[in-house]
């Protein structure tokens, strides 16, 4: 099955300092990629939608220059989590859609810490 | 706005019942629909996904159904194990842009 790989799993940093993740297909081609951010025991709330040499587009309320991403080839998409503050700690997870199905595929998810 | 909620919320059952989990969402009008399981501390892992032209998917002991109609989705599963123990959640997709995600249900069965 697909394969989608996040890096680092779990990052703990400074407020104010800045963190960057990756975000990698690893056996297909994903023209567009999701991040998604989850606070403990709710649901994954659609931070923005990386698309493969375009920018990307924000959902309401989410800080593009906070928040920023860039998806610079099929198999990569990165975000880097600006001046960091304590709350913005929260478990990040990428998604990869597949261009044939349309399904979406899952990386593991990175636990930011931020004190 | 599509709007996807889950019932029930949490689910604690024995070993070797047989459950159903429930997903509703207000607009009918979606691509398709997804099951994940998620562990504590973990990404999604995808279970079943549902085109909109389809009413049902089955892989092992999960069964999942689609009436786009009246916007629900059941989850069955069949002879539940302790192994089975996670937050499930459903996902629409409305004409393949982002997935709409539910509030979840998160199951715990016992031996």
């Known amino acids: 099955g697909a394969v989608v790989s996040q890096h680092p799993s779990r990052v703990i940093c400074k407020s104010g300092t800045s963190v960057k993740i990756e975000c990698r297909s690893l056996d297909f081609q994903a023209t567009t990629m999701f991040w998604y951010r989850q606070f403990p025991k709710q649901s994954l709330m659609l931070m923005a939608t990386s698309n493969e040499g375009s920018k990307a587009t924000y959902e309401q309320g989410v800080e593009k220059d906070k928040f920023l991403i860039n998806h610079a080839s099929l198999t990569l998409s990165t975000l880097t989590v600006t001046s960091a503050h304590p709350e913005d700690s929260s478990f990040y997870i990428c998604?990869?859609?597949?261009?044939?199905?349309?399904?979406?595929?899952f990386g593991p998810g990175t636990r930011l810490t931020v004190t | 706005k599509q709007e996807v909620t889950q019932i029930p919320a949490a689910l604690s059952v024995p070993e070797g019942e047989n459950l159903v989990l429930n997903c509703s969402f207000t607009d009918s009008a979606i691509y398709n629909l997804q099951w994940f399981r998620q562990d504590p501390g973990k990404g999604l892992t995808s279970l079943l996904l549902i085109q909109s032209s389809q009413r049902e998917q089955t892989s092992g002991r999960l069964n999942a159904s689609l009436d786009k109609s009246s916007g629900r989705s059941t989850l069955y599963i069949a002879a539940s194990q302790p192994g089975d123990s996670a937050t499930y959640l459903c996902a629409v997709n409305r004409n393949t842009d982002k997935l709409i995600f539910g509030t979840g249900t998160r199951l715990q069965v016992f031996p």
């Open positions: 998604s990869a859609r597949d261009g044939r199905t349309y399904e979406q595929y």
